[in-house]
């Protein structure tokens, strides 16, 4: 020991030391510990030295810290030191950096609370424990549950999983998960749901029994233990549930920032729903009993949807609607209950004032009078021996009667509820096995502790003494089975405090004693408690400072209870006269039923619960059922510790699971750790006590070969023998001294605490020293390395720089001479240059001086100058300046005087017209003015009067003289017209002479003008000669280019048209893979509940084969199958079907009808999904005849944008040979003028230039007009499909228009003819492109012929110089290839004959059927008119093909049964697939399909594919989990879907035929339905084919690539604490990477000898490797363990074999690789580096193929194996995650290790022709024919 202690506690090493912040606080010593040392010097972690002083008596040292790399354990009993420090830190470590809130303590497993929503509960994560052993796995609550759950089914023994911790641990939501895997893995053993059921009673128990409280927001104020049911095959039937302590005082009082029970809440804020009105609720805080906590919301928790949760369990619980409304009646009543305000009436009494509105609300909900209710809230009744009195109540004790009928109707109504919970998860079928959940209170210690923790307190000594007892009993076996020396561990025994509670004058039975004393009070019953206890009782304290108050000393800590309520709630009593006034109520029958004791209540269904064959092991605690008076007076405690005794004798009859919750802090902080409280809360629950009972004995445990592995470096090669037991032996005893601090077990070495540290330590020095003795050899080579570089470079310097410094001092000499020449004269020159410079500076200065003294004496002149003349200027500009003032005085004086007096006159002159004589001037004036203007306007009046009178006259003598006029008018007119008529004859002859003369002038000058333009036009002409042949370079020029941006915007066209419809097909395909797996999913569904059906049928055939009238036959599943006929099976399955109307009709006929009616809904979303794949089809093939007609228009348009601009240029040629034709008839036209011009030389070389000119724009004109055409045919053949679609037939638009009556008519006829003129137009052009098409091919076979005429000619010229037999030869040969080219020309048009021929048969032969079925005196027996026809089709080959068999089998109706008996369900696929060719039987059935159609028997055609398909069918379900059946079957099923397709006559499926196989297609029916069908078989026979190959994979996958170690000694094994984990060593019966392989192979030899299509066998392969890389990727993201870097390295190299197997195997590219990505990618990220940003960086690119929560669950999980490795830390995962958070990806964890890729099935045509099979005798196939 001192060896030990002296080689620990060194300078570096690390201790905890006590710490009052920290609880624990690390530190490191700085100096190596000596036994005499009273002290230690330490170093702690921010750097501060202290000094740690020993205890001077026990010398006791600090606890040593673990090693790094067994901080983090998932189970901390593998830490080699077990002591407090070590679990704290641990589970901090486990919960602040790696995110793991579950850590396994030895078998409890230690849950704690995150406060967050972690992603690690889905049903993905369910069934990736499902099946696992508990040590192989991450800790999880899921992980207990499956060993519960596989105990129950191995050991055939109960189970219990007990839930503590607490308020606020997550007790509740740890039960509510242990429940869901349960209710998920298991399933129901009925269709009743059950499963669902036990998960709804959740909602309606957490809305009575939990309430917000400091702690906690969602807390279960009850305890609780359910018991799920099993049948015995171990699925769930139903539940029970018992509670324990409701805490009622919450119904009535809640502290500060607590709420009442959830359910009062739901109802306040759904009080605004019509059907609630009646209750006349509104908001929590207008009641008492729901705002004392003024707490009324919990955030993030909506109360509304909260209520329709709980409804909908009541629903689905079988509580109706009525009794749901009657609940809530109660819960509403209490609430108005405690609105009811009691006054005092004086000090002995109170009063209720009348008309109490909430009263009045209570008593009408509960439907009493308010009378009798308000009397004796406010009274009670006093019995005698005699008399009866009624006694009133001060107010305080009424109140307190109020309060505690409402603590008693919510008991009552919580355990009314409860009971039908357990009513409606109670069913017929027998229990076979249960698991029970507690979910029960933990350790509470409070400031003021009353009789509630008291309780719970008890509870939790009793449950904690049943814990130890059973840790021990564990411990005991473990050491017995090993066969290793047993000690008695000492463990603490609270078996003196449960007496101290529950014994003989115990607390209990002195509370109950004095509960029955007259004057019994909390005070006296404390001091009996002193009297009894203080003295006796080591563990019964008093306080010093109360005496009214005792103390306890529990496993966990001292508790002070506060005596005051204890004696009321022990009692629990309330007013008898106010539940006889609730029990009087007759409008409320729910009210009165829960206050029922004897009667029996009635079912909220309107059922009574069955009572068959349900056992339990316990009874419920409730007997409030029971009518005894003493059974009525028990009380509160006693009733506790009745029901918490039979509790744990269920407990003790069970195999129990513990889980311990823990708080990480009281704020409810998400992943936050407070030290203080885990301390408390570990030392309450019992963890600590299982880490001291562990350590006690020898808690790390390895096996031989473990060790062995492990410690091989402490070995020398000589110890290791080939018994691995007897070396570590030999090592151990060398290694440690001390004997006692190891023992050998059969299987196992068990060690002390701290030895597996001591070990590591030894190891890691060890590895230590090899790696410096490593690094020393490395660090010698590299120096001496670099020494001899150095040197050789040093003496290669050395040589080039002595040279370097010869040929320097030469160069310095000689440049040493050389200056002191330069110098010579550089200074003479120098010298010089400064005397020159000094006299030309001398000189310059003498200059300046005197230039500056003569221009100061001219300044001195110039400025004297200058101011005579300012002084003279200034003189003059002051003389007149006064000048101009003088003046200016002088002008302003006569203006003023001047305004004076004018001022005056005005003056003078405004008096005098203000005078009266002067108004009279003026008056005067004005009166002879107005008489003046009366004279005139008299004489103007008399003149106008004059005036009148003469124009009467004049107007009568003018119309007079106007009558004269008008007569000499009418005489003079006709004078006037014979004057103009001899006018104009003679301007005529004016004009005539006039023109005569002036066309004489005009020809002069005509004749003289073109002259002159004829001697223009000729230099003209050739200008625009030159020009036009400019021109037409242009115009070649564009051409090209036209040319070659066409074809350039064609290839950029064709290539995004390309890109484009490349995308959309990968959309497509990628929408029809999900099309195809949804159908495929169906399909699995609809062959699931085929399957249930059948089982069902199965059943109630079996439960009525004893009743009259049924006779059964054996089951066509026994093992007899030689005796089986179909007939047989026919009948049983009538019978079977009438049986099983009969007893589903008496079981459960709802059942049923809802089995048809999914069938049946299945049948039709499979049809629809059928035919939405078809859409899918179609609207991908019209996809890509969209994009090809978008290609089109594109292309046309360009097509048409090209087209104008050569009709634009094709324009421009044609006007300029219009004017050059213009221009030659006007040179004709002067030739004609001129006779001698014509023949002039230069008009003929004019005329020759511009015919040559002419000619070169004909020859464009074509080349234009040719391209333009070709654009145009191309444009038209791009778009005469889409014409074809829009023309219209020609007599539609016939119309005759004298018919027509409107003008709308007209205009409908003129469009009618237009478009049947289009329509001829479109028809002539088809002509005419066909006549084209005609010339063409003419023109083609005219080539022909010349070319064979071409090589006759040469074959003539070789024949002839050849000698005569060789010509001879020749001859014959070439006749003899002649004639086989035509023989087969003229057979492949004798074949598109025949295949014409047999469909015009197949036609008639319809309508010939048609015909027959439309007569009615035709009968069966007469021949089809399609075999008449057969016979003078081919008259010729009937002799000929007699004999000849047709590849068809005929088989008698009778011998159908024999035939599916034979080749389906007694066939054995290792026999066939060894002797007979792949595939027979498909080919066997196809042949006589092939009979059936031939004779047009639709009858026999229909039976015989029925028949096939549900033998197939059944085979399967026999034997579907035997590989090679599977195998065998897809392999068949697949080669008769293709011989369907074959030989079905589609084009599409006959390109490969032979012509032989071409005469077999079937001729009368059309089979495309029957292939959909059988396709469907197929896809199911894939599915059962990839789920028989995963279950034999399954086991293998983890075992192989995980944890076998394929490379040996890379992977270290790190100690494993108690849950044992698989062992990576090769033991014998382990799955190695071999076995997988090999397996592999088996698969992939199996489908080939079964002859199953390649194409198939990749997509098996690959869905194989999915399975392989998803469960293994699961695993590793579940194990902690698993993620290292060596165990990266073991997956990589495991997958390169892998990899390999595909390359010899020939599927590397059937992408069973690519599903492998996120393992290997996960690989590389366990060996990656993870420290800078750069690794941040390298690795979010390179793990493409993981999600986020995998990259960061990995880095989580990364543990070293080694010291030398580094932990991921924190701050580095937090930079993956900010890096990766734009990512957009499911925040699923796991792989879909479900998941099935969609199958197809590619058409594989057989090239076996039918007729050269045989069938061999061994199949007893005699009764067919070969025809």
């Known amino acids: 020991m001192n060896r030990e202690l002296e080689y620990m506690f060194v300078e570096r090493a690390r201790v905890w030391i006590p710490d009052a912040e920290e609880v624990w606080k690390s530190a490191e010593l700085t100096k190596d510990y000596k036994n005499d040392d009273a002290s230690l010097q330490l170093m702690l972690e921010d750097g501060t030295n202290i000094e740690h002083k020993l205890d001077p008596k026990t010398k006791n040292l600090p606890y040593l810290r673990n090693p790094d790399i067994l901080v983090g354990e998932n189970d901390l009993t593998a830490l080699s030191y077990l002591h407090e420090p070590a679990v704290l830190h641990n589970l901090k470590v486990r919960f602040m950096d790696s995110k793991l809130i579950y850590t396994y303590c030895g078998i409890v497993l230690v849950a704690i609370n995150p406060y967050e929503t972690l992603q690690i509960y889905g049903t993905d994560i369910i069934h990736a424990y499902s099946g696992q052993n508990m040590g192989d796995m991450d800790p999880h609550i899921f992980a207990v549950a499956e060993e519960a759950y596989k105990q129950m089914a191995r050991d055939e023994r109960n189970q219990s999983i007990i839930v503590s911790g607490e308020s606020g641990a997550g007790k509740t939501v740890s039960a509510k998960y242990a429940m869901r895997y349960f209710a998920t893995v298991s399933g129901s053993a009925s269709e009743a749901n059950v499963e669902e059921k036990v998960l709804a009673s959740n909602p309606i128990m957490e809305a009575i029994g939990n309430a917000k409280t400091t702690r906690n927001d969602n807390s279960s104020r009850f305890g609780k233990y359910i018991e799920i049911g099993f049948d015995n095959r171990y699925r769930i039937i139903g539940a029970n549930m018992r509670t324990y302590l409701l805490e009622k005082s919450r119904v009535v009082f809640q502290a500060d920032e607590e709420r009442n029970y959830h359910v009062f809440y739901q109802l306040c804020a759904s009080s605004h729903l019509p059907e609630f009105k009646n209750l006349r609720l509104s908001s929590a805080n207008n009641f008492l009993y729901t705002r004392q906590g003024r707490s009324p919301v919990i955030d993030g928790v909506d109360d509304t949807k909260e209520l329709c949760t709980t409804r909908n369990a009541f629903t689905l619980l079988g509580i109706n609607e009525s009794y749901q409304m009657g609940l809530f009646q109660v819960l509403a009543a209490i609430l108005h209950l405690g609105n009811v305000e009691i006054k005092d009436r004086d000090s002995d009494s109170s009063i209720i004032a009348p008309n109490n509105s909430h009263l009045t609300a209570f008593c009408e909900l509960v439907g009493v009078t308010y009378q009798d209710m308000s009397q004796w809230l406010c009274h009670r009744k006093l019995k005698t021996a005699n008399e009866t009195y009624i006694k009133t109540l001060p107010r305080l004790q009424a109140t307190n009667n109020r309060d505690a009928l409402s603590k008693h109707i919510y008991a009552k109504l919580f355990n009314w509820i409860v009971g039908h919970v357990n009513k409606a998860l109670i069913t017929n079928i027998k229990q076979h096995s249960f698991i029970g959940v507690l979910d029960i209170y933990g350790f509470e210690t409070f400031e003021i502790n009353s009789f509630e923790q008291f309780c719970i307190n008890y509870a939790n000594e009793k449950l904690q003494q049943q814990f130890n007892m059973h840790v021990f009993k564990l411990e005991q076996e473990e050491y017995m089975r090993e066969q290793i020396p047993w000690t008695l561990i000492d463990f603490y025994d609270n078996q003196p405090c449960i007496n101290l509670i529950e014994a003989k004058m115990g607390i209990l039975d002195l ?1087 983890v075992s192989g690539m995980l944890e076998h170690e394929t490379i040996q000694g890379v992977s270290g094994v790190k100690p494993t604490g108690l849950r044992k984990r698989t062992s990576s060593i090769a033991d014998e019966g382990t799955y190695t990477l071999d076995s997988i392989l090999r397996q592999l192979s088996a698969f992939h030899s199996t489908m080939c000898q079964h002859g199953t299509d390649p194409e198939l066998i990749k997509q098996v392969v690959k869905q194989q490797f999915y399975i392989i890389g998803a469960v293994t990727l699961n695993n590793l993201l579940l194990r902690k363990d698993m993620c290292s870097w060596s165990k990266g390295m073991q997956i990589r190299y495991n997958v390169s074999q892998l990899e390999e197997w595909l390359r010899d195997k020939g599927l590397m590219m059937c992408g069973a690789k690519e599903t492998l990505e996120p393992l290997i990618q996960a690989a590389q990220l366990l060996q990656v580096k993870k420290k800078t940003d750069e690794d941040a960086e390298a690795i979010c690119s390179m793990c493409l193929a993981l999600t986020t929560a995998q990259i960061v669950k990995v880095l989580n999980l990364y543990t070293p194996v080694n010291e030398f490795e580094e932990r991921v830390s924190v701050s580095f995962i937090r930079t993956i995650q900010t890096r990766l958070r734009d990512r957009c990806e499911s925040p699923q964890l796991l792989m879909d290790t479900k998941m099935i890729y969609p199958v197809t099935f590619p058409f594989n045509p057989s090239s076996l022709a039918l007729e050269t099979i045989q069938i061999p005798g061994s199949l007893n196939l005699g009764f067919l024919t070969r025809v």
């Open 511 to 1597: 509370l109950d004693e004095e509960c029955k004393m007259p004057r019994g009070s909390d005070d006296t019953w404390a001091q009996k408690l002193y009297n009894t206890h203080l003295k006796t009782c080591s563990l019964f304290e008093k306080p010093r400072m109360s005496n009214r108050a005792f103390i306890i000393q529990h496993f966990a800590d001292k508790v002070e209870y506060q005596c005051d309520g204890f004696l009321e709630k022990n009692k629990d009593t309330v007013n008898e006269e106010q539940i006889n006034v609730l029990k009087a109520s007759k409008k409320f029958d729910l009210l009165v039923e829960l206050f029922q004791d004897g009667e029996k209540a009635t079912s909220p269904t309107g059922q009574v619960a069955g009572t068959g064959g349900r056992t339990r092991l316990s009874i419920k605690p409730d007997k409030s059922r029971e009518t005894s008076s003493k059974e009525h007076k028990k009380t509160v405690g006693c009733q506790f510790r009745n029901s918490l005794q039979m509790l744990m004798g269920t407990l003790n009859a069970t195999t129990p699971h513990y889980v311990r919750c823990i708080k990480p802090n009281d704020f409810k902080l998400g992943f936050t750790f407070d030290p203080k409280r885990a301390v408390q809360q570990l030392r309450a629950c019992g963890v600590l006590e299982t880490i001291r009972i562990s350590a006690a004995g020898f808690p790390s445990r390895w096996t031989y070969q473990e060790f062995f592995s492990r410690y091989r470096v402490l070995m020398k090669q000589k110890d290791v023998l080939l018994d691995k037991k007897l070396t570590c032996r030999n090592v151990l005893e060398k290694l440690v001294e001390d004997q006692d601090k190891y023992q050998f077990g059969k299987t196992k070495i068990f060690f002390r605490a701290g030895q597996v540290a001591y070990l590591e330590k030894l190891r890691a020095d060890k590895l230590r020293v090899a790696c410096i003795r490593i690094q020393k050899t490395i660090r010698c080579w590299l120096a001496r390395k670099k020494y001899l570089r150095k040197r050789s470079a040093a003496i290669t310097i050395q040589r080039f720089t002595r040279g370097y410094q010869a040929r320097c001092l030469a160069k310095f000499m000689r440049r040493t001479q050389a200056a002191t020449t330069i110098q010579k004269y550089q200074r003479m020159c120098m010298e010089r240059k400064r005397y020159k410079q000094k006299q030309a500076a001398a000189l310059a200065m003498q200059t300046i001086l005197r230039g500056y003294i003569a221009r100061l004496k001219y300044q001195a002149l110039l400025r004297e100058h200058k101011m005579v003349i300012i002084q003279k200027i200034v003189r003059g500009w002051l003389a007149r300046c006064w000048y101009k003032r003088c003046l200016y005085s002088i002008v302003y004086l006569q203006c003023c005087f001047r305004r004076m007096k004018a001022r005056r006159e005005l003056k003078k002159l405004k008096i005098e017209a203000r005078s009266v004589e002067h108004f009279k001037k003026l008056n005067k004036g004005m009166e002879n003015k107005i008489m003046q203007l009366q004279r005139k306007i008299d004489a103007q009046s008399k003149d106008n009067l004059l005036v009148v009178e003469k124009l009467h006259s004049l107007e009568t003598s003018s119309t007079a003289e106007k009558e004269k006029m008008r007569n000499e008018l009418n005489r003079l007119r006709g004078v006037d017209e014979e004057a103009k008529t001899k006018t104009k004859q003679v301007s005529s002859l004016q004009e005539e002479l006039e023109r005569l003369r002036k066309e004489l002038s005009t020809t002069q000058q005509e004749k003289k003008t073109i002259e002159d333009w004829a001697q223009t036009y000729r230099s003209e002409m050739e200008k625009m000669v030159s020009e036009l042949k400019d021109q037409n370079g242009l115009l070649k020029k564009d051409k090209d280019d036209l040319n070659r941006s066409i074809q350039e915007q064609s290839q950029q066209m064709t290539e995004k048209m390309a890109r484009v419809i490349a995308e959309e097909t990968q959309q497509l395909e990628t929408d029809l893979n999900e099309e195809r797996s949804r159908y495929q999913n169906l399909l699995t569904e609809q062959r699931r509940l085929e399957e249930k059906y059948d089982d069902l049928k199965e059943r109630t055939l079996a439960s009525n084969i004893s009743k009259p009238g049924h006779r059964r036959t054996d089951s066509t599943h026994s093992s007899n199958e030689s005796e089986y006929t179909y007939n047989s099976e026919y009948a049983e399955l009538e019978e079977g079907s009438r049986a099983a109307e009969d007893v589903t009709r008496g079981i459960d006929t709802s059942l049923t009808l809802k089995l048809q009616k999914r069938l049946t809904e299945l049948e039709q979303e499979k049809q629809s999904l059928r035919n939405e794949l078809e859409n899918k089809e179609d609207q991908f093939q019209r996809a890509r005849a969209r994009d090809d007609v978008e290609f089109k228009k594109a292309r046309g348009a360009e097509l048409e944008y090209e087209s104008l601009k050569r009709q634009e240029l094709e324009s421009e040629n044609k006007k300029l040979k219009h004017n050059l034709a213009e221009m030659r008839q006007s040179l004709l036209g002067d030739a004609a003028t001129n006779s001698g011009a014509p023949g002039s030389p230069a008009y003929k070389v004019l005329l020759d230039q511009l015919n040559s000119s002419c000619e070169e724009l004909d020859v464009r004109k074509e080349e234009v007009l040719i391209l333009r055409s070709q654009l145009v045919s191309q444009k038209e053949a791009m778009h005469h499909k889409d014409e074809k679609e829009t023309m219209t037939e020609p007599s539609v638009y016939v119309v005759d228009v004298s018919k027509l009556k409107d003008a709308d008519e007209i205009k409908q006829a003129y469009v009618g003819l237009k478009d049947t003129n289009r329509l001829l137009e479109h028809q002539l052009q088809t002509q005419r492109r066909g006549h084209d098409n005609e010339v063409e091919a003419l023109r083609g076979e005219l080539q022909n012929v010349k070319e064979e005429n071409n090589r006759q000619q040469q074959l003539l010229a070789q024949n002839l110089q050849l000698p005569p037999e060789a010509r001879i030869e020749a001859s014959l040969q070439h006749e003899i290839t002649r004639l086989t080219n035509e023989n087969l020309d003229l057979m492949e048009q004798l074949e598109k004959q025949d295949r014409t021929i047999r469909k015009l048969k197949k036609q008639l032969k319809v309508y010939s059927k048609r015909i027959g079925e439309m007569g009615a005196g035709q009968t069966e027996g007469q021949t089809s008119p399609g075999q008449m026809v057969d016979e003078p089709i081919h008259p010729v080959n009937i002799p000929r093909r007699e004999k000849d068999f047709q590849g068809m089998l005929e088989y008698k109706k009778e011998d159908e049964l024999k035939l599916v008996k034979n080749l389906i369900l007694e066939l054995k696929p290792r026999g066939v697939a060894v002797n007979l060719i792949p595939g027979l039987p498909a080919y066997v059935l196809f042949m006589c399909l092939r009979h059936a159609d031939y004779v047009n028997d639709d009858q026999k055609v229909r039976t015989l594919l029925t028949s096939t398909i549900n033998s197939i069918k059944k085979i399967l379900k026999k034997r579907g989990d035997d590989f090679e059946t599977v195998s065998f079957w897809l392999s068949n099923t697949c080669r008769f879907l293709h011989c369907l397709k074959q030989y079905s006559g589609d084009e599409a499926f006959m390109k490969h035929n032979t012509s032989r196989q071409n005469e077999h297609t079937l001729s009368n029916f059309d089979l495309a339905e029957y292939r959909q069908v059988i396709s469907d078989l197929a896809i199911q026979i894939y599915q059962q084919l990839i789920k028989c190959m995963e279950n034999i994979l399954q086991p293998m996958i």
